[in-house]
C-alpha cells in the first residue's frame, strides 16, 4: 500500500504561482511513477504532469507547458507541482496519484493506469 498526502492548495489571483506537494509513504520503492490530475466541477479528471521515478522522464499537458513544473525528491518520497502564471481555468482539485507498473511512457498521461491516489488538494484561481 502507498499512502499520499497532498498539500499546499488554495486561493490566489490569476498570475499569482503556488507550490503543491504530494507525501507519499508505506510501499513507494516499487513504485514506477507519479503523477498530478485535476477535476474541475463538471469535467472529468485530467493529467497535469506525470514524472518516472527513477530515470526521471516527464510528461506535461500542453494546457500546462511552460508555466508548470512538476520534480520529486527521492530521498523525502516526495512529488512537486510548482505553478506559475496561474489562471482561472486552472481552478481544480489536484490529485497525486502513484502508478506501480510501467506501462509506457505514453501511460503517464491515463488516469486509469494509476494504483494510489491522493485525497485532493484545492486550487482556486480568481480573475
Known amino acids: 500500500q502507498v499512502q499520499l498526502v497532498e498539500s499546499g492548495g488554495g486561493l490566489v489571483q490569476a498570475g499569482d504561482s503556488l507550490r503543491l506537494s504530494c507525501a507519499a509513504s508505506g510501499r513507494t520503492f516499487s513504485s514506477y511513477a507519479m503523477g498530478w490530475f485535476r477535476q474541475a466541477p463538471g469535467k472529468e479528471r485530467e493529467v497535469v504532469a506525470a514524472i518516472t521515478w527513477n530515470d526521471g522522464n516527464i510528461y506535461y499537458a500542453d494546457s500546462v507547458k511552460g508555466r508548470f513544473t512538476i520534480s520529486r525528491d527521492n530521498a523525502k518520497n516526495t512529488l512537486y507541482l510548482r505553478m506559475n502564471s496561474l489562471k482561472a481555468e486552472d481552478t481544480a482539485v489536484y490529485y497525486c496519484?502513484?502508478?506501480?507498473?510501467?506501462?509506457?511512457?505514453?501511460?503517464?498521461?491515463?488516469?486509469?493506469?494509476?494504483?494510489?491516489w491522493g485525497q485532493g488538494t484545492q486550487v482556486t484561481v480568481s480573475s
Open positions: 496519484a502513484v502508478m506501480r507498473v510501467s506501462w509506457g511512457y505514453e501511460s503517464l498521461r491515463l488516469a486509469g493506469m494509476y494504483d494510489y
